[in-house]
């Protein structure tokens, strides 16, 4: 039974981290046009590195 918590765990956490990046990719889309090219870029980096991570 442990295997399967385990595993259930961790898929909500799979899970959990989808949903927190995509909330965070429509928050850079939304705030990006308002600031410096540069920031806009760091912003979206981040965001692709940790959906890189999660997939």
Do not use: Q, S, T
């Not at 909500?12 to 981290?17: D, M, R």
């Not at 889309?29 to 959906?51: D, F, G, K, L, S």
């Amino acid at each position: 039974m442990d295997a399967f918590d385990d595993v259930c765990r961790e898929a909500g956490y799979h899970w959990a981290a989808a949903e927190l990046l995509a909330i965070a990719e429509g928050v850079v889309a939304r705030w990006a046009p308002h600031e410096a090219p540069a920031a806009r870029r760091a912003a979206a980096e981040r965001v692709a590195r940790a959906r890189r991570r999660l997939v």
